[in-house]
């Protein structure tokens, strides 16, 4: 199981990167990325190891946009519990958000208007997946 998971994080992480490197290396033709700064927010339902699964809400704060680079700050809280860190991201192909958090986890999803669709993978000792639909707040 762990060497899956270390797969699966090898293969993300790649594909972040190789998607990264593309948004920088666009043409200069291509249309400008949406402006997503602000604050985002929704609550999700997330499975936990130990068989259950947890309630919680994610805030993710695009702090700073330049083009299709992001800078973000991310807060989750779960069970009286809150979490928060710092991320950095991509947006590409027009709508494709990518956001690598520093501890680990990775969304990736599309951004429409004020509403950001995103799926998370976290695959260290606390690893769960999820999707949540954030709102501009």
């Known amino acids: 199981m ?6 699966l994080a090898i293969t993300f992480g790649a594909a972040l990167m190789a998607v ?10 291509a249309s400008s990325p949406p402006d997503v ?4 927010s929704g609550e999700y339902t997330y ?8 309630v919680s809400t994610e805030t993710i ?8 680079m992001l ?7 779960a069970s009286g519990d809150t ?12 709508n494709r958000v990518y956001i690598a958090e520093n501890d680990g986890g990775a969304f990736q999803g599309t951004v429409d208007d004020n509403t950001m669709t995103l799926t998370f993978i976290r695959t260290d ?13």
């Open 61 to 68: 704060t695009i702090t700073k946009q330049d083009g299709a």
């Open 47 to 54: 499975p936990v190891q130990d068989g259950t699964s947890l």
């Open 20 to 29: 990264t490197f593309t948004a920088c290396s666009s043409s200069s033709g």
């Open 71 to 77: 800078w973000a700050t991310t807060e989750w809280t």
């Open 37 to 40: 700064t602000g604050t985002w």
């Open 2 to 7: 762990t060497t899956l998971l270390g797969r």
């Open 83 to 94: 979490g928060r860190g710092q991320a950095v991201g991509t947006i590409v192909d027009g």
């Open 125 to 137: 000792a606390l690893n769960t997946a999820f999707q949540v639909v954030l709102t501009r707040q």
